[in-house]
């Protein structure tokens, strides 16, 4: 024992006193170390017995009230029965089957005048799923294909349908004339009036891409039935005279653009020549060439 102690000291530089406190403390931390892995070992061997738990499980079994799962899906009955989709209403389509969202995009395609033709233009319509579209395929009241026309037209039915193929001024049409368009309901036709007024009148067809909500598709069709007379007297923003507010009521013109001519003017005096504009630093060739014949130096 002596020998032991005296090798630690000389190991740990130790004293005899923290020799003898160290040969004390070193048997407790391993006893410390092994006791709760032992205890672990020992209570896992060790059978338990489930009798009481059993016995309350029973009892709240015995309790239990069993009954059939709701599918809160199915709470809405399916019924099939024929139908158009150009008439048919939202309740009837869902009753059909229809989700809420599809739905309601049927009622959206056919508020901007767009027509089922046969049976297969639903499956055109996004989110169509094709097991719904083949349930109820025999319930569709539509052709299955394009019916051709086996009569001959007659004279007044060339009257009443010459109207419709001949082209309209885009800048002198209303309501009632754009929503004949395949694709233009109400709101985009009042939208491409708004935006007629706010530039002062077309000078090309080909900013009937710039009005929102109006797709590649319709401007093709306004193409075919619609143009730009080269004589329409366009309405024109005197930049001498209007406010930097009525520059920026402008659709191509904007809040800053506005300010820099409003100081321009204060700086430099009324503009000589629509040309003048060029020398302001946010109007390059192009901008000046798309907004000049909007613009005119006197009233």
Excluded at 163 to 185: C, V
Excluded at 187 to 195: A, C, D, E, G, V
Excluded at 215 to 239: C, G, H, P, R, Y
């Amino acid at each position: 024992m002596n020998r032991l102690m005296a090798r630690i000291r000389a190991f740990f530089g130790l004293s005899r006193r923290e020799t003898r406190g160290f040969l004390i403390l070193l048997p407790l931390l391993v006893f410390s170390l092994f006791i709760t892995p032992s205890y672990r070992w020992w209570k896992a061997g060790q059978k338990r017995d489930f009798t009481k738990e059993n016995q309350e499980l029973d009892s709240l079994l015995a309790h239990w009230k069993w009954g059939e799962k709701k599918d809160s899906v199915n709470e809405i009955e399916i019924q099939l029965f024929k139908f158009n989709p150009n008439i048919a209403t939202e309740e009837d389509l869902t009753n059909l089957g229809f989700p809420s969202n599809l739905a309601n995009r049927i009622e959206n395609y056919r508020s901007k005048n767009g027509r089922f033709v046969i049976k297969s233009d639903l499956m055109k319509l996004y989110g169509m799923d094709s097991a719904l579209y083949a349930r109820l395929y025999p319930f569709i009241d539509l052709p299955i294909e394009t019916p051709t026309k086996t009569f001959q037209t007659t004279l007044s039915d060339k009257k009443q349908f010459s109207p419709s193929k001949e082209k309209f001024d885009l800048n002198l049409a209303d309501t009632t004339q754009l929503i004949r368009i395949y694709g233009i309901g109400s709101k985009l036709s009042q939208r491409i009036i708004k935006y007629r007024n706010a530039l002062g009148g077309f000078i090309s067809m080909n900013q009937l891409h710039e009005v929102y909500g109006l797709d590649s598709i319709v401007v093709s069709e306004l193409n075919e039935k619609a143009f730009v007379s080269t004589d329409f007297q366009l309405v024109q923003i005197a930049i001498n005279s209007a406010t930097d507010k009525e520059l920026a009521a402008h659709p191509y013109i904007s809040n800053k653009l506005a300010k820099a001519i409003a100081a321009y003017r204060f700086q430099h005096g009324n503009f000589t020549s629509l040309q003048d504009l060029t020398k302001i630093a946010l109007v390059d060739e192009v901008f000046y060439t798309k907004i000049k014949p909007y613009l005119t130096l006197n009233p």
